[in-house]
């Protein structure tokens, strides 16, 4: 059974995208039975377009990629997830919805790529340092063995990563 991983940030437009491109990027390089949505609790509408430059610089196809509301993935007919992670900061303080099948949900805070620099170099330099740093973590999370662990395991687990 696909394990499903709903990755949340604010506005869905950068750090959450980036996320659910090098989850799905690891799962499918290696073979893994996982799949990485993203969304937002006010999304913007739009993917910051350096998000994915980064990622398409990296071999990620963003043709299918758009900026969403989380009240996508808390209908009935929604994917369950197993995991949900917040990976801004205001996205941790506000109330989610109900998860239908009550996953497992962490917060993995990083900096807004959007608020460095002044200059383009110095935004695209730093989207790709917050892609790489959420790629390795996503990395490691695509190597998680979620079929074997019951909730309070991986909760414990990727509370550690």
């Not at 990485?36 to 910051?48: F, V």
């Not at 994915?52 to 209908?75: H, Q």
């Not at 460095?116 to 998680?144: C, W």
Request: hydrophobic share 35%; glycine share 6%.
């Amino acid at each position: 059974m696909t394990t499903n991983v709903l990755i949340l940030c604010t506005h869905n437009s950068a750090r959450s995208v980036l996320g659910e491109g090098m989850f799905n990027h690891w799962a499918q390089t290696l073979g893994i039975d996982a799949r990485a949505y993203s969304a937002g609790s006010t999304p913007s509408g739009r993917i910051n377009p350096m998000a994915v430059e980064v990622l398409e610089r990296a071999g990620i196809d963003t043709s299918s990629y758009r900026s969403k509301s989380w009240d996508e993935f808390s209908k009935p007919d929604a994917p369950t997830m197993r995991v949900v992670i917040t990976v801004c900061d205001s996205a941790a303080q506000e109330t989610c919805p109900y998860w239908p099948g009550s996953p497992v949900q962490v917060h993995w805070g990083y900096p807004d790529p959007s608020n460095v620099g002044t200059t383009p170099d110095d935004k695209r330099a730093a989207f790709e340092s917050t892609r790489q740093v959420i790629g390795e973590r996503m990395h490691t999370l695509a190597n998680v063995p979620f079929e074997t662990l019951n909730d309070a395991q991986l909760r414990t687990l990727l509370e550690t990563l």
